[in-house]
Every structure is written in structure tokens, then in C-alpha cells.
């Protein structure tokens, strides 16, 4: 199945822009980087939650978050904006762009500004994309694991879904 939406977004000339110059901010980075291998499996983890949890929502919504989900880190590197708050603005002009159903833009808007917040009621849509993001990272094997700001009771020593 084709995913409509998440695929006009990568073919979007301001996402590619925004990717690589986040790429470009984050070459150097020895934490955990934000891009297209993590943008994947942040989807890859809320599909496979969304299923435990019975909860339905299209893989193209859960895609076209988890590719803009951390879009806004170029903004937070470049002019100190929160990445959660950049990437929901850029979001709105890519979705716009493409033309993406309003329902649909605010569903993955949500997601979008979801994804940092700690609290929340875990059988919703947000909850499960935050917790998938956080269960994307292999902290069990990361080289820089002892320098990680991550407090170690939120890191990923085991695997879990």
C-alpha cells in the first residue's frame, strides 16, 4: 500500500531542503540523530502499538508525522525555537503545499506536538507516537550513551515495545 500523503512529503522540495540542511546541522552529532532511519522507525513502532492497542489510525497519518516529526531541529540548532513548536509550524506549510486534507493535517499536527510531552493517557494516538519515538533509540548500544543527557531510567537498555 502506497502511502499518499507521507510520500508527497518526501518528494516535497522544502522538506528535502529542511532534511538536508538538518543532516548538515547534525554530521557532527554523537547522539542519537534525527533522520530518515529514525523518522521510519518512530512509524514502524506507533503501527506496531497501534495495533497492541487496537487503535486505528492510517499509516499514512502515523508516516507523515514520523517524517516531520523533528523537521523543526533546523530552526532549534539556527534560532534556539523548541523543535517540537518549529517542526508544527514547518509542518503546516509542507501539508499545505501538498495539499493534505485538513482532518488530516490536524491529526498529524497533534502528533507533531505530542511527541515531547511526558503525561498523557496512554491508549490515544499522541501517547503512542511519543512512546514511540522515545522506543526508536537504541540507547543498549549507543557509543555516547555515558555523555547522554537522558536520565538512564528513560534510556532503552532492554528491548520493549
Known amino acids: 500500500m502506497k502511502l499518499e500523503y507521507a510520500n ?3 518528494i ?3 522538506y528535502q531542503d529542511q532534511l538536508h540542511k538538518l543532516y548538515e546541522l547534525e554530521k557532527d552529532r554523537i547522539f542519537c540523530r534525527h533522520d530518515m532511519e529514525h523518522f521510519l522507525n518512530v512509524a514502524r ?9 487496537k487503535i486505528e489510525l492510517s499509516a499514512d497519518i502515523i508516516y507523515s508525522a514520523a517524517l516531520l516529526h523533528d523537521i523543526g531541529r533546523v530552526q532549534e540548532y539556527t534560532e534556539g525555537i523548541d523543535h517540537d513548536v518549529a517542526s ?3 509542518a503546516e506549510e509542507i501539508l499545505d503545499s501538498i495539499e493534505c486534507p ?3 493535517r490536524e491529526k498529524i499536527i497533534s502528533l507533531i506536538a ?3 510531552k511526558i503525561e498523557m493517557d496512554l491508549d490515544t494516538p499522541e501517547a503512542i507516537f511519543y512512546k ?4 526508536s533509540r537504541n540507547c543498549f ?14 534510556m532503552n537498555l532492554e528491548i520493549e515495545v
Open 132 to 135: 514511540a519515538d522515545k522506543l
Open 8 to 10: 508527497r512529503i518526501l
Open 12 to 14: 516535497n522540495e522544502y
Open 45 to 53: 513502532i506507533a503501527m506496531i502499538l497501534c495495533g497492541q492497542k
Open 114 to 116: 505530542a511527541h515531547r
Open 141 to 154: 548500544e549507543c557509543e555516547a550513551r555515558a555523555q547522554c543527557k537522558w536520565k538512564k531510567e528513560k
Open 102 to 104: 485538513r482532518k488530516m
Open 88 to 90: 508544527q509550524v514547518t
